[in-house]
């Protein structure tokens, strides 16, 4: 398979949308459309905006799709999805997905919700669901709900069914976690998450990543995966190198440490959240990020 053929599908590289706040935790939007745009330049071959990286439980349903319509507007016709079942019951997350759709969306990604334990559960949720989207839908193991993880027979029961096309993995396991997927993927696309085993998944044939380093980063996964898919191993792993020090750089006081990289590479975001606002970078970990950030710029990683 040509992997590069992937990307004109649901493969390839996404880029997870960081929300942009005011001091005040409103959120910024004309920034956001700027940060949007910036992921573009940077290589994304998709937008995830509405995902775990937007801190998408602390916001709104308005204030999600209102990200959403933002993110299409300024993707220069690079696919965008979105999570649309965030809503508490059933009618409601039937009203979500349309106004998710109503944005313009390629597709919609819904939750694993705590069905994880319950194949039969899962499989006709997810499913039910679907049936009532007129996009593509894509599921995710949202980590921010327990027994998130789906099994994969019942991944390949709603490929089988037609259902999805595609997961974002976050078992962070090879054997008993994401190969259960490949196994039964089909025409679908199973996208890692974690990324110490990035290049081993890729191998394993997984057709994307979405993670978190690509919100500040994109474009270094970018270079692992074109260098994957045309067959240079040797340069992959050195860009897998590099991926697992920005994954480990940014991993204390995510989200607000990859938002204080991207304003260091010149989209002026507040190193601030809502989630886990108590939370504070030290003075320390900013001096860790930015020494990161001057040697990336040295060594080429960043262009600033």
């Known amino acids: 398979m040509n992997l590069h ?34 992921q573009v330049a940077q290589g994304a071959h998709h937008l995830f905006s509405v995902c775990g990286s937007s801190e998408m439980t602390t916001l709104t349903l308005d204030e999600r799709v209102k990200c959403a319509s933002i993110a299409v507007k300024n993707s220069a ?18 009203e979500e997905i349309r106004r998710m759709e109503d944005t313009g969306v390629d597709a919609l990604v819904f939750v694993t919700k705590s069905y994880g334990n319950d194949d039969p559960r899962m499989v006709g949720y997810i499913g039910e669901l679907a049936s009532h989207a007129t996009k593509p839908v894509l599921v995710y193991e949202f980590p921010g709900y ?3 993880k789906m099994s994969g027979a ?7 069914d037609g ?8 078992t962070c396991l090879m054997e008993g976690g994401i190969c259960d997927k490949l196994a039964v993927q089909g025409d679908s696309c199973v996208l890692q998450a974690n990324i110490p085993y990035l290049l081993e998944a890729y191998e394993a044939g997984a057709r994307g990543v979405i993670a978190t380093p690509s919100t500040c980063g994109v474009g270094i996964l970018r270079r692992m995966w074109d260098s994957f898919a045309d067959g240079d191993l040797d340069k992959a792993r050195e860009y897998h190198a590099q991926v697992c020090s920005l994954s480990d750089v940014i991993d204390n006081g995510f989200c607000a440490s990859a938002k204080y990289l991207v304003s260091l590479q010149g989209i002026p975001f507040l190193p601030v959240t809502r989630e886990h606002a108590e939370r504070r970078i030290s003075p320390q970990g900013f001096k860790n990020l930015r020494v ?13």
């Open 5 to 38: 053929e992937l990307e004109k599908g649901w493969g390839g590289v996404y880029s997870l949308l960081l929300t942009p706040y005011k001091e005040d935790l409103s959120i910024d939007y004309d920034l956001y459309a700027e940060y949007v745009q910036w």
């Open 163 to 170: 259902a999805i096309k595609g997961i974002k993995d976050t």
């Open 292 to 304: 990161w950030h001057d040697a990336a710029v040295r060594n080429g990683i960043f262009e600033k």
């Open 154 to 160: 019942a991944y390949g029961q709603l490929v089988a």
């Open 77 to 94: 016709g690079h696919k965008v999805i979105a999570t649309a079942n965030l809503e508490p019951g059933w009618e409601m997350q039937l």
């Open 146 to 148: 327990p027994n998130n």
